[in-house]
C-alpha cells in the first residue's frame, strides 16, 4: 500500500498490567508525511499504546521498528529518534518560565557553554511562533490557561528534529478558535514530511485530519484502514460496536418546568472580563453558557462557584447574597472545574476517595464505614460505566476520559442544589457522553439547577433548555435550547 518505509511500526504489541490486558497483539504503522488517527473508547488502551511506542512503558510481546529497522526502545532512544509526544497528561512544570518549559528536552549547555536567558526565550519565541502562540517566554507556566499549555507542548513537541509526533487528545480542552489553529499547525507538521499519530473522540476531526486509522477495543485492534474509505458511521460501529447517536430527543424526555432560582448573579463584573452579567440558574433546568475564547464565559462559572469574587455586582446563592467558595458549598453548589488535572483529581488516591471527596466534604463525616464508601463509590462508577478492576485502587490507573467520569460521578452523587459544569465531557467517548447527558437532564428534572459551560455545540443542542450567548465579557444573547443550533449560536458569538 505504501512504497516509503514507515517511519514508526508497532508489531503485535501486548501490554499487561497486574488487573488488565490493556493491549493484545495491535499494530500500527506511521508514515512520513501522513496522520494516522488512533481511535477507540475510553479505556481501549490508546494512551498505553502511545506510552509503549515513546518508550515509556516496555511492552510485553511484540517489536517495535523505526524505518524497517527492529529496536528496544527507551525513552532516551524515542527522543533521539526523533519521536515527540504530547501525552494525555499534561507535562508542564508550573513553576517554570515558558521558555524553560519549551525547551525542556533540549540540553541545557548551548556550543559555547551556556545558554543566556535572552538566547533561551528566542529559541523557545521561534518555537512558539511557529505554532501560533503568542505567549510571553518570561511568563512563569503556571499562570496560562489550559489552551496555551497546550499550544506550549505543541511548540516543544514541533522541534527540528522530529520525526514522529504523536498526539494523545490534543484537542480535549481546547476551544473551537483553538482547534482550528491546531489543525493547521497538524498539516504544516504533516506537511513537512513528519509522521503523525492523532488520538482523538472527534470522529468530525478525523475524518477532516487523517489519512490512516486503526481502532483499538478492549486492548484490541478491530479495524484499520484509509480514512477516505470509511464513514463515520461505519467508525462509530468499529468502536463501540453498534449504533450510537447523540441528539436531544434522544436526551431529553419531555419538558420541565423551571422553578425558583437558585442560583443568580445581578450585574457581576469581573475586571475586564466579566461586565455587569445579570443571569439567574432556575431549579428544574439546565442553563448553558457559551461563547468564543475570552468571551468571559469560564469566569463566570468561577464567579458562580464561588471561586473568585466579583469586582462589583453581586452573586446570590439560594438568596444567601454571600459568594464565597465555602456558602457556595455549604448551599449545595457542585462545581465541576474544566481542568480536572489541577482543581478536580487526587492522582494518588484511590477511585473511591476521588468519587466520594464533595460528599465528604459536604457532610463533614470524618469517619465513614469505608465497606459502605466502597460500594457507594462503585455504585456511584458504575451508573457512569467507569471502566475499573476494582475501586480502592488509585486513580492513576484509570483512563483519562475514565478519570473525567469519575469526578462527574462525584457530583452528580452528592444531589448539589446547582451544579456548575465547566466543560464536563472533555475527553469523554460518544456512549459515556449520551449517558452524562441523560444523567445532567435527570439532576435538572429532580428540581436541582444545572449550569452547563460548554464550547461544544452538540453537548449544548442536546442538553440545555436555555442557551446564553457571551461576547466580550457580556451576555450577547439568549436562545431557547430546542432553536440552539450551530448557525444561531455561532451568529450571536460573532454578534451578527
Ligand atoms: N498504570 C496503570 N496501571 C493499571 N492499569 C492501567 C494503567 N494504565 C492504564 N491502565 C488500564 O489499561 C486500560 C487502557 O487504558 P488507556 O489509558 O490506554 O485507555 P485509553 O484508550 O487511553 O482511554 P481514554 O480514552 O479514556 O484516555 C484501562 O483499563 C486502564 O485502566
Ligand atoms: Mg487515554
Known sequence: MHATLATLELRKVQKSFPSVRALKDVSLAAYPGRVHALLGENGAGKSTLIKVASGALQPDGGEILLNGAPVRLTPRTAKSAGIRVLHQERQIALTRSVAENVLLDRPTRGRFGLVTAGGLARAAGERLARVGADLDPHA????????????????????????????????????????????????????????????????????????????????????????????????????????????????????????????????ASFGGAVRSVSLAARRGEVLAVTGAVGCGSREVAHLMSGAIKPTSGTVR??????????????????????????????????????????????????????????????????????????????????????QQKVILARWLRVGSEVLILDEPTAGVDIPSKSEIYRLIRQHAVEGRAVVLFSTEYQEIRCVADRVLVMRDGRIAGEIEGENATEHRIFEMELGA
Open 317 to 402: 446563592i439560594l438568596g444567601s447574597g454571600r459568594g464565597s467558595r465555602r456558602a457556595a458549598a455549604r448551599a449545595g453548589v457542585g462545581f465541576l472545574p474544566a481542568d480536572r488535572k489541577r482543581e478536580g483529581l487526587l492522582l494518588d488516591r484511590s477511585i473511591v476517595d476521588n468519587a466520594l471527596l464533595a460528599e465528604n466534604g459536604i457532610t463533614r463525616r470524618p469517619l465513614f464505614h469505608p465497606l459502605s464508601a466502597t460500594r457507594r463509590a462503585a455504585d456511584a462508577c458504575r451508573r457512569l460505566a467507569v471502566k475499573l478492576s476494582d475501586v480502592r485502587s488509585p486513580i492513576r490507573g484509570l483512563s483519562g476520559g475514565n
Open 140 to 267: 512563569p507556566a503556571w499562570t496560562l490557561t489550559v489552551a496555551q499549555m497546550q499550544l506550549l507542548e505543541l511548540a516543544r513537541a514541533v522541534s527540528d528534529d522530529a520525526t514522529c509526533i504523536i498526539m494523545d487528545e490534543p484537542t480535549a480542552s481546547l476551544h473551537r478558535a483553538e482547534i482550528e489553529r491546531l489543525f493547521t499547525v497538524v498539516r504544516q507538521v504533516r506537511d513537512s514530511g513528519i509522521a503523525v499519530v492523532y488520538i482523538s473522540h472527534h470522529l468530525d476531526e478525523v475524518m477532516e485530519l487523517a489519512d490512516d486509522y486503526t481502532v483499538l477495543r478492549d486492548g484490541s485492534e478491530v479495524a484499520s484502514g484509509l480514512v477516505s474509505e470509511v464513514t463515520t458511521a461505519r467508525l462509530v460501529s468499529h468502536m463501540f460496536g453498534d449504533e450510537v447517536s447523540l441528539r436531544r430527543e434522544d436526551v431529553h424526555e419531555g419538558g420541565t418546568r423551571p422553578g425558583d432560582v437558585v442560583i443568580e448573579l445581578d450585574r
